[in-house]
């Protein structure tokens, strides 16, 4: 007998367990709580769908409670599968840098043709379905929406957490994961921006320069717990800093913050100069020029005027002397700005926290609270860095539960 899936949530991870599933031999029904699927898919790699990236070498390019979870999914549905996974189906793709696209650089290519897979499978898409409840018993699952029910032998939950829940990842999926018994982490907003309290950021509003930054996370007790380094394309706010670069530490920043510790960056403005270099060549003009002229071409207008409010030089007309000449160095190599918190769940690209992974079979996706119940993507307790890394966890992760989720007989977890 066919066995029946109920797929909760139409993202990506949602529409690849399906899809597997449905392959598998499984009669699957997809259950959404928008009024079109795939919503936040069609946002990924602003609008071009950055699908996989070629490097998995970093040893960070996922984070959550236990590194390990995410090596024993990813190395049985990695970037090679996914590529081929979509070729298959008809997708052509093209690679920029370490990142894979598809061909057209339009999200909706992807979007089109999993759904159009989902068609040929006559799987079931059932839009403005948003789950309220499921409960368990004698084998099978009963899953309740706001106006119906429906009976399964597997759920697979893949609800996406509270990230731009414009899209629809309103953290509902916590709460159904919440009721099968599950523990979670305290989902945070990762990927995201920070906000800083020096009243300078403002006037660097716009700016975007490469920068080699450094976090420092001090503790209540004026401990220091750790620091950490990213380089990269830094973009300055109204209220802060952005950029990948800072992305790529933001969910280290919202638990320090969360915690009570004090969080510090400090900016390197310069990261291609040495500050001996950079003295020396200031040095130089200083006879015939200004230190406003002498740093026009070095670092953008905007910059030189906070550098020198900084360093207490009034004039821009000034010609410092060598100690003030150090001082001015030494800011432009070692900015310093405050963290006071990060933007909301509406700005951020993922959430760091979720389901605690140590509930979950990484073999099968399968919840170790109760029997065929699956869960995957972003309501797990597991983020990557930007650059295609948390759509690789929704397609191995889907397709994992996928698969499993249309075994019959068999417990896995």
Not at 326 to 343: A, D, H, Y
Request: proline share 3%; hydrophobic share 40%; with cysteine.
């Amino acid at each position: 007998m066919m066995k029946s899936v109920i797929v909760i949530g139409a993202g990506a991870s949602g529409l690849m367990a399906a899809i597997t599933a449905a392959r598998k031999g499984a009669q699957v029904t997809i259950l959404e709580a928008m009024e079109k699927p795939a919503r936040k898919l069609l946002m990924t790699g602003n609008g071009r769908c950055n699908l996989t990236n070629l490097d998995f070498s970093r040893k960070d390019c996922y984070r959550g409670g236990d590194p390990s979870f995410w090596q024993q999914v990813y190395t049985q549905f990695d970037e090679k599968q996914t590529m081929a996974f979509f070729e298959e189906m008809g997708l052509l793709l093209q690679k920029r840098g370490n990142g894979v696209y598809p061909l057209t650089d339009q999200a909706s290519s992807v979007a089109d043709r999993l759904l159009l897979e989902v068609q040929k499978l006559r799987i079931k898409l059932k839009c403005q379905e948003k789950v309220v409840r499921m409960e368990q018993s004698g084998g099978h699952w009963q899953v309740y929406t706001q106006s119906w029910h429906y009976d399964a032998d597997a759920v697979i939950l893949a609800c996406g957490s509270r990230s731009v829940p414009a899209t629809g990842s309103d953290g509902s999926g916590y709460e159904l994961a919440k009721l099968a018994g599950h523990t979670i982490i305290q989902p945070l907003p990762a990927l995201v921006p920070l906000k800083c309290r020096e009243g300078f950021v403002k006037k660097l509003a716009g700016l975007r320069t490469r920068a080699d930054i450094t976090m420092y996370v001090t503790d209540k007790n004026g401990h220091g717990t750790a620091a950490y380094t990213e380089s990269g394309e830094l973009q300055w706010t109204e209220y802060g800093i952005s950029g990948i670069v800072v992305f790529q530490l933001s969910r280290y920043a919202a638990y320090a913050l969360q915690q009570g510790s004090k969080v510090q960056v400090q900016i390197d403005c310069l990261p291609s100069v040495k500050e001996e270099t950079l003295f020396e060549l200031l040095e130089k003009k200083m006879p015939e020029e200004s230190i406003s002229d002498a740093l026009t071409g070095i670092i953008p207008k905007k910059m030189i005027a906070v550098v020198l409010e900084l360093c207490k030089i009034k004039k821009a007309s000034a010609r410092p002397d060598a100690e003030k000449l150090q001082e001015v160095c030494r800011t432009i190599k070692q900015l310093s700005v405050s963290v006071t918190g990060t933007r909301s769940f509406e700005q951020a690209q993922v959430c760091a926290g979720g389901v605690a992974t140590d509930e979950i079979c990484p073999a099968t996706m399968e919840s170790r609270k109760k029997n065929d119940l699956y869960l995957t993507g972003e309501l797990l307790d597991v983020d990557g860095i930007c650059g295609g890394y948390n759509l690789q966890w929704a397609w191995s992760t889907g397709y994992i539960a996928g698969i499993h989720s249309a075994e019959k007989g068999e417990q896995h977890a």
